[in-house]
Nanobody, 128 residues
Framework: VQLQASGGGLVQAGGSLRLSCSAS????????MGWFRQAPGKERAFVAA????????NYDNSVKGRFTISRDNGKNTVALQMNGLKPEDTAVYYC??????????????????????WGQGTLVTVSS
């Protein structure tokens, strides 16, 4: 599946952004979707993931309560609503797809190696 993330930009601390990722290719509903991010000088890190139906989600503790992942299987999109942004949220954000059809496992969904396809990132910059 081909993935294209969008919605990044520059925002002040405390502000909000909504990232979107559109997918093309095979049946989107078959994919567990995830968002990862990579801050300058740091390794890529898990942010959030969502099950195929959208009924289950998992978040990194650093974003829990501030970020919300959602998906629309009819439109082949997954979104990341980011509220209460902090300077430490500054990073390139990537959407990922896991087409393995394994049973939803929130721990597995936190691992970058669980995903088959990575999209181009979108840059989020949070100013203090």
């Amino acid at each position: 599946v081909q993935l294209q993330a969008s919605g990044g930009g520059l925002v002040q601390a405390g502000g909000s952004l909504r990232l979107s990722c559109s997918a093309s290719g095979r049946a989107f509903r078959n994919y567990v979707m995830g968002w990862f991010r990579q801050a300058p000088g740091k390794e890529r890190a898990f942010v959030a993931a969502i099950s195929r139906s959208g009924g289950s989600t998992n978040y990194d503790n650093s974003v829990k309560g501030r970020f919300t992942i959602s998906r629309d299987n009819g439109k082949n999109t997954v979104a990341l609503q980011m509220n209460g942004l902090k300077p430490e949220d500054t990073a390139v954000y990537y959407c990922l797809a896991d087409g393995s059809l394994r049973i939803w496992d929130p721990n597995r969904a936190r691992l970058g190696t669980s995903y088959d396809d990575w999209g181009q990132g979108t840059l989020v910059t949070v100013s203090s």
